[in-house]
């Protein structure tokens, strides 16, 4: 079992995870996020995801307890027994994505991605893409919204909304899914290996402007940007063994 001596506790802006916040810090104390064993996000998974990427660097085990909207990432808010908890929550390693993409004046840009990289129309007029994996074109010409490389902790969140695949955490492949596909108009997307390298492709790129978003980082007028999962980056998340997120990611493939 871990032992966490200093605790650091950050909260969103919502009334219940400032409360939280208060009372957590009154019965714990307030250790700085910089120097914590530990970092106790308080929130909805909007905000677990800004603390993880404002804390990459630190390489610390995340334990966020739900206090938002959506909480699929959050262990149930309690604050009596939280040090016992942390002692007995089992570890989950998770792999964020790299993008590099280079914008039409030709600047590269470099952002990393917990749950997906996103290629999305950025006007009136559909985007037109060429996709490479591995440096094999595999799709020719997509026209469409977009398309998307997800994480499998990503596979539920944007990417389920475009009817992308929810995949199991150590089932070793990212999902490729298009975005209200045109033309071809039948094709699902793809279940790649996690060491896959995708490239896009923007076609017709002054005609049909083309935005990336890496989580939060969004690069607009992208010519190209390649996608790959980083394993120079590891995020440690902690969930109660009730609350175990492998259960709760095979759960969804079942819900109606």
Same mark, same amino acid.
Request: aromatic letters at 6%; proline letters at 7%; a neutral charge.
């Given at each position: 079992? #871990? ?13 219940? @995870? ?9 019965r714990y104390g307030k250790a700085p996020p ?9 929130? +909805?998974?909007?905000?677990? /995801? ?5 804390? &990459? ?24 027994? /939280?040090? !016992? %908890?942390? @002692?007995? #929550?089992?570890?989950?390693? /998770? ?7 280079? *914008? ?11 749950? !997906? ?9 559909v985007a037109k893409l060429c996709i490479r994996? *591995? ?9 469409? *919204?977009?398309?998307?490389? #997800? ?8 990417? /389920?909304?475009?009817? +992308? ?12 899914t298009p975005v209200s596909a045109f033309r ?20 017709? @790129?002054? %005609?049909? =402007? ?29 969930? *109660? =063994? !009730? ?6 990611? &095979? ?6």
């Amino acid at each position: 079992m #871990a032992e966490f001596r200093s605790i650091a506790f950050v909260a969103s802006d919502a009334p219940q @995870a400032q409360e939280a916040f208060a009372e957590l810090t009154r019965r714990y104390g307030k250790a700085p996020p910089e120097k914590a064993d530990v970092i106790v996000p308080l929130g +909805g998974d909007g905000f677990m /995801l800004e603390t993880l990427h404002r804390y &990459l660097d630190r390489n610390v085990p995340v334990y966020g307890m739900h206090r938002g909207s959506v909480g699929f990432l959050m262990n149930n808010y309690g604050p009596e027994g /939280l040090k !016992e %908890r942390l @002692a007995r #929550a089992e570890p989950v390693k /998770l792999h964020p994505l790299e993008m590099v993409a280079r *914008d039409a004046g030709g600047t590269t840009h470099t952002a990393l991605a917990i749950n !997906e990289v996103s290629l999305t129309r950025q006007g009136r007029q559909v985007a037109k893409l060429c996709i490479r994996v *591995d440096g094999i074109v595999r799709m020719p010409e997509l026209m469409g *919204d977009g398309a998307l490389v #997800a994480t499998p902790i990503g596979s539920t969140a944007y990417n /389920l909304s475009a009817h +992308g695949p929810i995949i199991p955490l150590n089932a070793g492949v990212l999902a490729l899914t298009p975005v209200s596909a045109f033309r071809p108009r039948r094709w699902r997307g793809a279940l790649l290996p996690q060491k896959a390298r995708v490239k896009f492709e923007t076609l017709e @790129a002054e %005609r049909r =402007p083309v935005t990336a978003v890496a989580d939060y980082t969004e690069v607009r007028d992208v010519l190209e940007a390649e996608v790959r999962e980083t394993r120079d980056v590891t995020i440690t998340l902690l969930f *109660d =063994p !009730e609350h175990n997120l492998d259960e709760r990611v &095979l759960k969804e493939q079942f819900l109606t």
